[in-house]
């Protein structure tokens, strides 16, 4: 069975292209506009393999969605990979516990890598 990825980003054209570049490769994607949409999806079905999320998102930013992930032991041990401009972010994460940090722009070749790597 294909693993799940869930893709938690607010712009468009980034979200698409990540959709359609791991749904390329394999993989069984389901993707969210904002942090809120993201939980949504976990308490839906929580039953994914990894989740790439952006941090600056309206309604509820990649922090916050952090915060609410680690507080659900359903969904908690999912591991996160974060992609950001944000210049301070990979400081900012330290308490987060997340898998990995991918500075924007990102590679393609480098999503895929991280996305297999952590899945
Ligand atoms: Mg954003």
């Known amino acids: ?18 959709v359609e570049l791991l749904q390329g490769e394999g993989y069984d994607v389901t993707s969210a506009v904002n942090g809120l949409e993201g939980l949504k999806c976990l308490a839906h079905n929580p039953s994914f393999n990894l989740i790439l999320i952006d ?7 990649g922090y916050t969605f952090r915060t609410e992930q680690m507080k659900n032991p359903k969904f908690s041990k999912i591991p996160v990979v974060v992609m950001s401009a944000e210049a301070n972010a990979k400081e900012k994460l330290k308490s987060y516990g997340i898998t990995a940090f991918l500075s924007k722009p990102v590679e393609l070749d480098t999503i895929i890598k991280t996305v297999e790597l952590y899945s």
């Open 1 to 18: 069975m294909a693993k799940r990825i869930l893709i938690v980003e607010d712009d468009n054209s980034i979200r698409e292209l990540l």
């Open 55 to 61: 941090l600056m998102m309206p309604v509820m930013d």
